[in-house]
Structure formats: structure tokens, C-alpha cells
């Protein structure tokens, strides 16, 4: 089987060892302080960046692999991503309570270095001023397509549907978006993005249909966690928008 028809290849979930990060909000739930910059901290260090991994324990209780991820740089060496998460004060470091990290005290000689800086989550700032302003109410596709048709708007994309659906996060209002890419149509994947909201609707009756798979990689490839600017085009009358 030639690389062009083997399809996807396989992804793995990891949580990274003895670290805890803020909590980001949705919905009526408030974003823990600095859980926003976390996140975006770790998004710009891996997004498009190679990388190599190491399992360093399993919670088979919960079904999750801990471990420990390493960027490669150019001078051929690797840099461990947890050290910069933790030296910009985006994470606490968990002590006891199980396994942990094998780098568990370089960890800590780095947090307590980070606090002794005042950065991040040690910062002396009140915490409210490190916590986002979510939108309170579901967008509305008419208002939208009337305030911004035509215009390019920055986000970044929070996840792919198949390949011709995406959620976006708009900024800086943060509205949780999903748009149907104008002109194309791409396999199904066996659920649809029918309505602008966090969740998918209803699995079909059939799995994927025939590069489902290929064409939701390739989009994921190309966009996925990535800045984006995104242009609004047109609603249906499902409220449906396109982009």
C-alpha cells in the first residue's frame, strides 16, 4: 500500500507528567487566571514544530498517558516543553500523590525560580486581570454576516469537523464560531456541524465516507491550532455560517 492511500496516521493524546495548568472556561464557567495565556503559551511553542515524546506513566483510571514532550531545534539538541511552561509560571508542579515526572526536580528548582520572579501564576497582579471576558451570549449568524461580511477577522481554530468544516475562535471577543468553507463540500464524517455550538450533533447512521478521513487530516494539517483569518460570506436559512 503506497503513503498516498494508507491514510491518516495515528494520533496520540498526552498530558504532560506532574504538571497542573489552569482550566480554561466555556460556556457560564469562568477561565481559571492565566489559563488563556497557558494554553496559547504551549499552542505557539508546538504548532508546527516537530517533535519526539515519551510516555512516562499511565492513570489507567482515567484512561490518560503523562509524559514528556521535546521540541527539536535546529542545533540538533531537544528542548523539553514542560521546563518552559513551568519557567513562565503557566503551570504549578504537582508533588506526590503517584508517579511522577523523572524530571520532577528540575521541575521544581525551575518553579521556584519562576516564583521567586513573580511570573505568571505567581505574579503579585490580581488574579482578574488574567482572566478572559467570554461572551455571554450564542452568536447570532445574521449579526455577524451584517457587522463583518467581507472582512477578514483573526481567530484560531479550535478543531476540524471534516475538511471543509471548522471551529473557530474569534478574537478579541473570543466568540466560538464554526463556519462551513464556501464552495466546497468534503466527505462526511459521520457527524455534522449543523449549528454554531461547542458540540456535534447526532453520528449518522454510516462511518466516514470515502476520504473522510484524508480530506479532515488534510485540513487539520494545514489549519488546525493554527491564526487564521477568516472572511464571512454568506448564512442559510439554517443559520449556518459560511466563510
Known amino acids: 500500500m503506497s503513503k498516498a492511500t494508507q491514510g491518516p496516521p495515528p494520533e496520540k493524546t498526552l498530558t504532560l507528567s506532574s504538571l497542573i495548568a489552569p482550566r480554561l472556561g466555556r460556556a457560564d464557567i469562568r477561565d481559571e487566571p492565566y489559563a488563556w495565556e497557558s494554553r496559547e503559551f504551549l499552542r505557539r511553542t508546538c504548532i508546527g514544530r516537530e517533535v519526539v515524546f515519551r510516555v512516562d506513566y499511565t492513570v489507567s483510571a482515567i484512561g490518560r498517558d503523562f509524559g514528556t514532550v521535546y521540541l527539536r531545534v535546529p542545533s540538533g539538541t531537544q528542548e523539553n516543553v514542560s521546563f518552559g511552561v513551568v519557567q513562565h509560571g503557566y503551570a504549578k508542579v504537582r508533588q506526590g500523590g503517584g508517579e511522577q515526572s523523572p524530571d ?58 471534516n475538511g471543509s468544516t471548522v471551529r473557530v475562535t474569534l478574537l478579541p471577543e473570543y466568540q466560538s464560531v464554526v463556519f462551513f468553507i464556501t464552495g466546497i463540500q468534503c466527505p462526511s464524517m459521520g457527524k455534522r456541524a449543523s449549528s454554531n455550538t461547542d458540540t456535534d450533533s447526532a453520528p449518522s447512521a454510516e462511518g466516514p465516507e470515502p476520504y473522510a478521513r484524508e480530506a479532515k487530516h488534510f485540513c487539520e494539517c494545514k489549519v488546525l491550532h493554527r491564526e487564521v483569518r477568516v472572511v464571512v460570506e454568506g448564512v442559510d436559512k439554517y443559520q449556518n455560517i459560511f466563510g
Open 104 to 161: 520532577i526536580e528540575e521541575l521544581l528548582r525551575i518553579q521556584e525560580a519562576s516564583a521567586k520572579a513573580g511570573v505568571g501564576l505567581w505574579s503579585k497582579d490580581p488574579p482578574g486581570n488574567a482572566v478572559r471576558g467570554l461572551p455571554t451570549e450564542s452568536i447570532d449568524a445574521l449579526s455577524l454576516l451584517e457587522t463583518h461580511k467581507g472582512k477578514p477577522l483573526p481567530g484560531i481554530v479550535e478543531h476540524v469537523f
